[in-house]
Every structure is written in structure tokens, then in C-alpha cells.
């Protein structure tokens, strides 16, 4: 029989596999395709067309119907780049009560607890199914889990609970807001500035898409905020630009300005309104451009967009990792995960994960072990259940 490798043991294989967004996952997909394998288990993988370099995997155990609990994370992590780290990164050290390496927090501690727990569901067989869903690309802007979610349906028999274990303190993340970013190219027409009234200046224009949003933000600012939204600090959606460059030299009309505009909803906010509200404004200012220069013009492209978790009334996935984890309160968190597009594709989801967001992303990243623990004993519990 294959050997049954403890959760540490996988988070330490996992670590192991420098899984940055920009570059392959495919040897820890194979890796956690043939450890299943080994012990029964089949898995299903996604491959992305677009990026044959990266899959995505799924997998079910147990009675083969409908009703599971998914157990869901990602497997890209965000560089190390420039990070002063005290160890190598891609290898997990303990020190102090704390197990270092990129990703133990974010979140290749709670895949590792996912992989453990469908193989001992395997042995344990279990009266209500469990799976298993590993996405990539969460770290450049939830893209890889619509495809992933899509690809599963026809496959699996459709889960009722999903969890995804981004790191959350074990407690029962019900809440976040959404989103959408864009790069916004404006293109102006060159003259000198002396005679500026016939040429497009792009810097003026966007600052004009830019001035509305601050004038969006006080509007939203001042009205009363729903029940959802305010659970939400802020509780409104908020309209931010973060980067903007562009022009050629003081006395020239800028020919060119990029900056980016995206939008964090509160997730009962219509998000299409809010993206067509976006667009129009970019519409009507490109419309005042063309009336002076036909070949000015404003390019938009989509940098993310990741829907909002909206807090479910009696939600089953809630109510699961609740009765699991004797965790009453409320939570929201101000960060996007994939739980809200597993409930745009109409599932159950919360999130409920080892470890502190605070480490995610940091030199030195770590998970307690006291954490990493708190989340061996939450899937020991999970097992129990799924057998009752
Ligand atoms: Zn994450």
C-alpha cells in the first residue's frame, strides 16, 4: 500500500514546487495527480488552453452523488523577488513555533490539509462525498478558477459546501467585496502648448475620468449604506486610481497617459452597473476628444475582476465550517478570493483557512504551527462529519 504522508509532510512537498504565478505549476499538479493516484484516487485536470504551462485539478471521493463538501485553494504563490528571506524560500523550516516558507500561509498550508483529508476520506469512506479543487493564477487576479469551476461541473457530481482555505484564522469568512480593474490607454493629438486649443491633451483628459471618480466616491460616500454593506469598513464601493503616467515635455499637449481605474464593490452592488458606469464615463470623454481630433481615442483593458462574496442567508457551507469550528461571529474581510465565484457559479461558500493574511505575501512567510495544527484538527472534524 502507498505510503500516507502526514499534512506536513505535503505542505513540505508542496513548498518545494516554486509555483509563482508567472511560471509553471505543472510538476506539483503531477506530483498530487500521482500521490492520489497511488492511493485510489482519480483526478481530473484542467488544462489551460491559453497557458499550456498550467492546470488546474479537481477530484471526488466517496459516495459518487451530489452534495459534497469541496475543499478548495489555489497553488500559485507571488514572487520572492527582492524579499530579504532569513531561508530558502521553497524549502519549510521550523523556527520558534512557526513553520517558514513561501506559501505555508497563502496558502499551501490548507492544500496540503485538503490533499490529506481526501485520502484519509479515501480509506475512511465516508457516507456524504468530498473533493478536492486546486486552481493557479488567484495571485494575478482570480483568473484560473471561473475556467476551473466551469470545467468541474460536467465532471463531478455538483458539491453543496465549498471552503476555500485562504487563510483566515480558522474563522468563518462569510463576506468580501468584488471588483474590477482596468488599464485605461488615453490617446491624445501632439500640438504645442501654446496653441493647446487644437490638440488633445492626454494627461487633462484622463484627469478628467479621474476627477469624476473622486466625485463618484464622495456621492457613494454620503448615502446611507445597506445591511451588507455595512459590514464593510468602508462601507461603500470606492473608485481608485493607483498608477498614472504619461506626456512628453511641459510645452507639448501630451500625446499619450496611462493610468489604471478599477472599483471594490460592496457584494450587493450591481458590479455590471458599476463597469458601465465606468465605461460610459470613458465613452463620453473620448466622444469630447474625437470632436476636436478624429483620431484621438481612450483604450480599455481589463486587468481583473473577481465578484464579491455576498453573506448567504443559512448558507450551507457557512453553517458546516460553524458547526466545525464553534465560530458564531461575523466576518468579512476586505480581500478577494475564488469563494465568490464559486457562489457566482451557485454553490455554497465560505472562507475558512490556517494562518494569518497579515504573513501572505511577506518576506518570511510563515503559518504557526499552532495554526497549522488548528487546521489538521478542523479536517479531523470534517472527516468525522462526512461519516456521520
Ligand atoms: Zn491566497
Not at 497579515?358 to 512567510?365: D, G, L, T
Request: with cysteine; hydrophobic share 40%; glycine share 10%.
Amino acid at each position: 500500500m502507498a505510503e500516507r504522508l502526514s499534512p506536513l509532510e505535503i505542505m513540505t512537498k508542496l513548498i518545494s514546487f516554486p509555483t509563482v504565478s508567472r511560471d509553471t505549476n505543472l510538476p506539483l499538479i503531477d506530483w498530487v495527480e500521482g500521490y492520489l493516484d497511488a492511493h485510489g484516487i482519480e483526478s481530473h485536470r484542467w488544462p489551460d488552453p491559453d497557458q499550456p504551462h498550467k492546470a488546474a485539478l479537481f477530484a471526488h471521493v466517496g459516495p459518487w452523488e451530489e452534495g459534497a463538501v469541496v475543499l478548495s485553494g489555489h497553488t500559485d504563490v507571488v514572487p520572492v523577488d527582492g524579499q530579504p528571506w532569513d531561508s530558502d524560500p521553497f524549502t519549510v523550516v521550523e523556527r520558534d513555533g512557526k513553520y517558514f516558507g513561501r506559501g505555508t500561509c497563502d496558502m499551501k498550508g490548507f492544500d496540503a490539509l485538503a490533499i490529506w483529508a481526501l485520502v484519509e476520506a479515501k480509506y475512511r469512506d465516508p457516507k456524504r462525498p468530498l473533493q478536492l479543487a486546486l486552481s493557479f493564477d488567484e495571485e494575478v487576479g482570480c483568473t484560473g478558477a471561473p475556467p476551473m469551476i466551469e470545467a468541474m461541473q460536467p465532471v463531478l457530481p455538483k458539491g453543496s459546501a465549498v471552503i476555500v482555505g485562504e487563510p483566515s484564522m480558522m474563522k468563518a469568512v462569510t463576506g468580501h467585496k468584488g471588483g474590477q480593474g482596468f488599464w485605461v490607454d488615453v490617446w491624445g493629438f501632439e500640438v504645442h502648448s501654446s496653441i493647446m486649443h487644437t490638440g488633445v491633451n492626454a494627461i487633462m483628459e484622463a484627469a478628467k475620468i479621474i476627477a469624476w471618480s473622486n466625485e463618484v466616491n464622495e456621492t457613494e460616500r454620503a448615502k446611507e449604506p445597506t445591511p451588507v454593506a455595512a459590514m464593510f469598513e468602508p462601507p461603500w464601493t470606492t473608485l481608485h486610481t493607483g498608477v498614472i503616467e504619461g506626456g512628453t515635455a511641459a510645452n507639448i499637449t501630451a500625446k499619450h497617459c496611462q493610468f489604471d481605474i478599477g472599483y471594490r464593490a460592496v457584494p450587493d452592488a450591481d458590479k455590471d452597473a458599476w463597469t458601465a458606469m465606468v465605461r460610459d464615463k470613458i465613452r463620453e470623454v473620448e466622444e469630447g476628444m474625437q470632436a476636436i481630433h478624429p483620431e484621438a481615442r481612450i483604450e480599455v483593458h481589463q486587468r481583473f475582476g473577481v465578484p464579491g462574496l455576498k453573506p448567504e442567508e443559512n448558507g450551507e457551507a457557512e453553517g458546516l465550517v460553524r458547526k466545525i469550528t464553534g465560530d458564531n461571529a461575523s466576518h468579512v474581510v476586505s480581500y478577494g478570493t475564488e469563494a465568490g465565484q464559486f457562489q457566482e457559479a451557485g454553490y455554497s461558500a465560505v472562507v475558512c483557512g490556517p494562518g494569518d493574511i497579515a504573513q501572505a505575501h511577506q518576506p518570511n512567510e510563515f503559518i504557526t504551527v499552532e495554526q497549522f495544527n488548528a487546521g489538521h484538527a478542523f479536517m479531523e472534524r470534517l472527516l468525522d462529519r462526512l461519516s456521520e
